[in-house]
């Protein structure tokens, strides 16, 4: 067998196991999207499965016709995009003093901060730290305690360990300081790593609503997690806003997913050429 051959069966085999991998993510995306523009009968009777039955918008009624749920909307919005400029600063800030073989104690530094990946003081201790700093009921309880994730540091410190060594010196000899080098050449040379990091950064905040549910008890303060998450607990108590209390659960529960999954996944194809290159790097650089 040439080698042209065993490399052409080489591509078919990665081509298929790739079809086969985009096909199980894309299918519970299709279900759930069907389930929530199918009819109730199609819904009870478990007839849909990836397109929808007697085609039905009345659970997207439900939760657009609520004003709250749009405030929600709007507000997770702002709280994320603070959130992640917030988070990338931070991250920042500990990530390039420890590429810097000249940070006395930079090791223990490192080990302290890898000991809370894997220890933490637990979720009682959390709530009362919250509560004695008076976060409670505030934008800063979602923000402060996860403002900087080990992890996501881990992946910058690599990227930037990984920019030669030469471009800080001829900086040094320009006459540049520490921090003009991170703001004019450091940086910019991170694009990659810094977009990989806000994707995740952001797609965490999106999606936890944890502590918002510990946390926050006013009702302008929920994100759309939480309002989502109460919406289709409390479906049935929302009657006597021109609900149709006859709607299935699940196909509010449904368009409830789709209302709170689509806005994050219009932010990855700006973000794609940068994220593959910045996870590979975090992937292979120690």
């Not at 519970?28 to 085609?55: E, G, H, K």
């Not at 709250?68 to 709280?79: E, G, H, K, N, R």
């Not at 530094?109 to 700093?133: A, E, H, Q």
């Not at 080990?150 to 800080?168: A, R």
Request: proline letters at 4%; aromatic letters at 12%.
């Amino acid at each position: 067998m040439s080698y042209e051959i065993k490399n052409k069966i080489t591509d078919y085999i990665a081509a298929f196991i790739v079809l086969i991998s985009v096909i199980v993510c894309l299918v519970p995306f299709l279900y759930i999207l069907s389930q929530s523009l199918s009819s109730n009968r199609a819904i009870i009777s478990q007839a849909v499965t990836v397109y929808p039955i007697d085609f039905n918008i009345e659970a997207y009624k439900v939760v657009f016709g609520d004003a709250s749920m749009l405030y929600s909307l709007f507000y997770t919005v702002i709280l994320t995009a603070g959130f992640v400029l917030l988070a990338l600063i931070v991250t920042i800030l500990a990530a390039y003093p420890l590429t810097k073989k000249r940070l006395k104690g930079r090791n223990a530094i490192l080990l302290i901060m890898l000991f809370t990946m894997y220890f933490s003081g637990g979720l009682i201790p959390d709530y009362l730290n919250i509560k004695n700093l008076n976060l409670l009921n505030t934008p800063f309880a979602l923000i402060l305690p996860g403002m900087m994730s080990v992890y996501y540091m881990i992946i910058l410190k690599s990227f930037f360990q990984s920019l030669p060594d030469s471009l800080e010196e001829a900086a040094h000899l320009d006459g540049c300081n520490e921090l003009q080098i991170l703001l004019k050449i450091v940086l910019p040379l991170s694009k990659p790593a810094l977009a990989t990091v806000s994707l995740l950064y952001a797609v965490f905040r999106w999606n936890y609503f944890q502590d918002a549910l510990f946390y926050i008890t006013d009702q302008n303060l929920y994100t759309i997690q939480l309002k989502l998450y109460n919406v289709i607990n409390i479906s049935q108590q929302l009657s006597g806003e021109n609900v149709n209390v006859n709607l299935p659960s699940e196909a509010l529960k449904a368009a409830s997913i789709m209302f709170g999954t689509v806005p994050i996944l219009l932010v990855y194809p700006w973000l794609q050429k940068y994220f593959v290159s910045g996870i590979m790097i975090g992937a292979v650089k120690g």
